[in-house]
């Protein structure tokens, strides 16, 4: 990536959470204008959402967009690219983010419960890359960045489809990785422990404190610890790095 040169990003999921605050570092840091895609925001209104966080960021110039897109479907991921082409010009840097849990035991888990995860999780990661490597091949330059999980490497009871959607993308990225890297497309994952999100809010008392038993920094996680990782996934100091799982989880997976 050269150095002072502004990129165009995409998050998919970046409405809340951990992409929003990855579409804030990255406009922060390396980029010029910045896409969110997502299902929902508060009250459907876009556009509103995207002025709210373009001011949260609170940097003159820099301009944040947001797109209403089913990161499981196919189609919606190629109208997020177009529009992001119409919008910001381009598409430098992807972040594949958007995910969901459906936790169940196995022997209680429904099919809807299983598809619905790998269709969120890993079909949208195929999606959503499949439409933004080819203007990236073309302009010989990309930054692609998965959030996959610490599940998808040790695994969690109760979540057979989510940690299966994960290590699905950990095995994408690897191999994207090796496809895309004579056109100096970098493909990486993050697989991160705890952070605290709606996705965890669900947690009682008694299962975080049985959580950071096993977590050797005895906290969790924030949101910017991860959007820090992965502004330096798409800074210069990471160009030389590809295919790679980088485990952001207080110590969790050593
Ligand atoms: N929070 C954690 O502890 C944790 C740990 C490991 C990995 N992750 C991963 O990080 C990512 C972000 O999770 P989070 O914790 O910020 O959760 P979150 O629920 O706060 O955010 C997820 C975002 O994805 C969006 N989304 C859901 N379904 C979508 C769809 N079909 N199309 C487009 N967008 C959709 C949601 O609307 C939301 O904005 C997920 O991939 C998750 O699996 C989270």
Redesign the pocket.
Known sequence: MEEGRKYRAIV??G?????KAILMELAKRNCESVMF????VPDDDFEKHAAEIQKEIGIEGVKVYGFK????KFDEAEATVQAANEKMGGVDILVN????TRDNLLLRMSEAEFDSVIN??LK?VFNYTKAAMKPMIKQRFGRIVN?A??VGLIGNPGQTNYAASKAGVIGFTKSVARELASRNVNVNAIA????E????AKLNDQQREALLTNVPLKRMGQ?EDIAKVVAFLCSPDADYMTGQVLAVDGGMVM
């Open positions: 998919t999921g409405s809340r959470g951990i992409g895609s997502d299902i929902m897109a089913d990161a499981s983010n958007a995910g969901i969120i999780n949208s959030i999980s610490v991160p422990g705890f952070i999100t709606n996705m965890t949101p």
